[in-house]
């Protein structure tokens, strides 16, 4: 049953037997089934706000499920840090959604969640009813994964709430001037867990070691041929205007390859763009719309 919060918890073994978790939102809604995957160290907590609207606002109500990969949020973590790649990830996605019984559904990917989508795509085309991407693509800008990984090196240690909303206020606030106060508390909140020993960042800290190796100095391997895969998949792009990740030059590449990909660039805001903030909610529950019902024609 849904808690207070409009979700209920939904927990599951990954292939390996992990135990992982997810959030499910609208349980009984008939629209399609819409699945959230989160960035690296993030987990279900990013997705709530966005999932509330999907799940109970939007013109065709959608059950959503909004998974924490293993290692974050309320899932196991894996004492084997090779496990952390998206392959895998992906399997224990395929192996959630098997046992929920959702055959085909709607994804939305965040950053490393657009990666495993890429892998969705080539292991089970026929899952993927539409797609929307958080502010990645098939090229990621290496200037965007060297900022990911300074501020996971040098991580904040808030002993407060209060001082955890300043900490992630002093390093994205540069590349998000147009969040308020709001959208940093709830930034926070999705980032950290209370413990006994304090504030948390509510991820396996081992996922900061599977950067450590990453030679920066080359170009990382793109994607272009599992993107040029979906050509048939609705597709909505979402970038920050202020992104380092996604450039506007493989945005307009996504495009020329995708000539029905629908975007979006979000000024004031970076990597990765709050999908719950200004209009985008609305505009993606409204492309869902559109994509469900062309696929009806």
């Known amino acids: 049953m849904p808690n207070d919060e409009g979700f209920s918890d939904f927990s599951y073994a990954a292939p390996d037997g992990l135990k992982l978790h997810a959030r499910i939102y609208g349980e009984a809604n008939t629209g399609w089934p819409v699945v959230c995957l989160p960035g690296l160290t993030r987990n279900a907590r990013d997705f709530h706000e966005l999932a509330l609207y999907l799940s109970s606002k939007a013109k065709r109500p959608h059950k959503v499920v909004a998974f924490d990969y293993r290692g974050r949020g309320q899932s196991d973590y894996d004492p084997d840090i090779g496990q952390y790649n998206v392959g895998v990830e992906a399997g224990d996605v395929l192996a959630g959604l098997s046992e929920l019984g959702i055959e085909g559904a709607a994804f939305i990917g965040t950053s490393r969640g657009g990666l495993i989508i890429h892998v969705l795509g080539a292991l089970k085309p026929a899952m993927l009813k539409a797609i929307v991407l958080n502010d990645i693509g098939p090229v990621i800008e290496i200037e965007g994964i060297v900022h990911i990984r300074s501020y996971l090196d040098r991580a904040p240690k808030p002993k407060t709430f209060a001082e955890a909303v300043d900490a992630q206020r002093r390093v994205h606030g540069a590349s998000f001037p147009a969040l308020f106060d709001a959208d940093w508390a ?98 993606i529950a409204d492309f869902l719309d559109r994509a469900e019902q062309a696929r009806q024609k």
């Open 186 to 283: 709830r930034m926070a909140a999705a980032i950290y867990r209370d413990t006994d020993a304090g504030l948390v960042p509510d991820f396996d800290p081992a996922l900061v070691d599977t950067l450590a190796d990453a030679d920066f100095t080359k170009p990382l391997p793109d994607l272009w041929p599992q993107f040029d895969a979906l050509a048939s998949v609705p597709m909505l792009a979402v970038r920050g205007g202020n992104s380092k990740l996604l450039s506007a030059a493989t945005l307009d590449e996504m495009k020329n390859r995708h000539p029905g990909m629908e975007s979006i660039t979000v000024e004031g805001q970076g990597h990765a763009p709050f999908l719950e903030t200004g209009d985008l909610p609305k505009e």
